[in-house]
């Protein structure tokens, strides 16, 4: 049933008797999931059971009640989906290179799978974990149409070298997912106790300060109806209105797709069955599936991806070269984070996301250049706008979150500009031409009535 190229082994082990332990990371579904998909296959192959498990590290990168609360709700409806079709669920409260290792043990797993997931942290845990066991550990990509691993070896310079490879495997990669596996044995409990939700969330050790947000609403079944509304609604005119932060003319699924709750494989067969324009279908598959899956080469070939190590030479010398340049103006974090700079579109962009946890894509890249353009030094940037980013955006701590501060502060996946103070030969933005780009004054006055409703 899944793609053989989707499927990495990670040791050589041969399978004991046992179930299968799929240990869920990045990909938080019951539907449109290779790597359960692939859970089931092999359990049906060694007619054994199938478990899932989560292991909930209590201050992952940072992460705020606003990430974990949206997380945790999606989890719930996961143990409910897996236990309709007879998979138990359990979540494990620590690190996963101490709590799974001994939770294999405790349940006697005779194989280990896991879903793809190109940052630093998860690779560290995959490492730990696969010294810790001894039986096979496998990991899928469920996370990219096209398998991270599959289309480039390398580390890409930009979306052109990039595309270049992938329109190649579109066909042999955007295929139709199969039926779960039916019939299998099954480990549930007579008495099943379900997870207590409540306590894992007083457990966690996240910011509180930094409030959940009650517009969009975790899950799988809303994540498919804000698709489906987005089909029906928006994508007609996608091609004209994503770019306009005043008009709501992107998907927002974002969030559904960082946290897994959303396949970005059924998010494309979705539209390529759509009688949209096809100009608008094109340029939603560009973001969806180039620019996207480009960051998740970025995070996996560059172990710098979230520092200056990471930038391209050019980038580099150009930065380091203007970096005694005076500036105009220069912010503290304090400053930033409270939305106290000179510039009201800034300001408007830093509220709306701590806000409502999402920025407009246009907006991210004005937002970070011009955190360069305020700070001390290149170094200082990337630090602020990850701290940023990452505590009040419902999608942070993702690679394209840290593949687009790369783009804004440091060219990566970009091109060198003409030279300027500062920027050197980054690309610049500013606010007069943002203002003849789209209606600056009627972002302002949005984003300021969602800062008054909230």
Not at 396 to 419: L, Q, V
């Amino acid at each position: 049933m899944v793609n053989p190229l989707r499927i990495f082994p990670l040791n050589a082990y041969p399978p004991q008797n046992g179930c299968v332990l799929y240990w869920m990371q990045r990909d938080q579904r019951v539907q449109d999931n290779w790597a359960l998909l692939y859970a089931m296959e092999k359990a049906k192959i060694l007619q054994q059971a199938v478990q899932v498990v989560f292991c909930l590290s209590p201050g992952y990168l940072g992460a705020t009640i606003r990430q974990y609360g949206f997380m945790l709700k999606g989890l719930q409806e996961v143990e409910e989906g897996l236990y309709k079709i007879g998979v138990p669920f359990e979540v494990l409260l620590g690190e996963p290179e101490q709590a799974l290792p001994a939770y294999i043990q405790k349940i006697k797993a005779g194989v280990l799978v896991t879903d793809f997931n190109p940052l630093k942290i998860n690779l560290e845990w995959r490492e730990m974990v696969k010294t810790a066991i001894d039986i096979p550990f496998v990991e899928i990509d469920a996370h990219n149409i096209l398998p991270c691993r599959v289309i480039s070896e390398k580390l890409e310079y930009s979306a052109f070298t990039f595309r270049r490879k992938a329109e190649k495997r579109f066909e042999e990669f955007l295929t139709e997912f199969p039926e779960p596996v039916k019939g299998l044995p099954t480990n549930i409990p007579d008495k099943l106790i379900p997870t207590d939700w409540a306590g894992i969330k007083k457990s966690l050790l996240a910011d509180h300060h930094v409030p959940e947000v009650g517009w969009i609403v975790p899950g799988e079944t809303a994540a498919r109806k804000a698709l489906t509304g987005f089909i029906e609604n928006r994508l007609s005119t996608y091609a004209t209105d994503r770019n306009f932060p005043e008009r709501k003319g992107q998907s927002d699924l974002s969030p559904w797709l960082h946290f897994g709750h959303l396949s970005p494989q059924r998010v494309a067969l979705e539209i390529q069955k759509s009688t949209a324009a096809s100009g608008s279908k094109k340029a939603f598959m560009e973001e969806l599936i180039i620019r996207r899956e480009l960051a998740d080469n970025f995070c996996l070939n560059n172990p710098d991806y979230d520092n200056t190590h990471g930038f391209y030479s050019w980038a580099w010398n150009s930065l380091n070269k203007h970096r005694d340049d005076s500036r105009e103006y220069c912010y503290s974090v304090d400053q930033f984070e409270k939305a106290r700079t000179h510039d009201p579109l800034w300001n408007a962009a830093q509220i709306e996301m701590t806000v409502t946890g999402k920025m407009h894509g246009f907006m991210r890249m004005y937002w970070a250049k011009k955190i360069l353009e305020w700070t001390a030094s290149p170094e200082e940037a990337m630090t602020v706008a990850i701290y940023l980013n990452d505590k009040y955006e419902l999608d942070g701590r993702d690679p394209c979150g840290y593949a687009g501060i790369a783009w804004s502060i440091g060219g990566t996946h970009d091109r060198p500009w003409s030279e300027r103070p500062v920027f050197g030969m980054i690309r610049y933005m500013n606010y007069q031409g943002c203002r003849r780009k789209f209606n600056v004054e009627e972002y302002i006055r949005h984003t300021k009535g969602e800062e008054h409703r909230t």
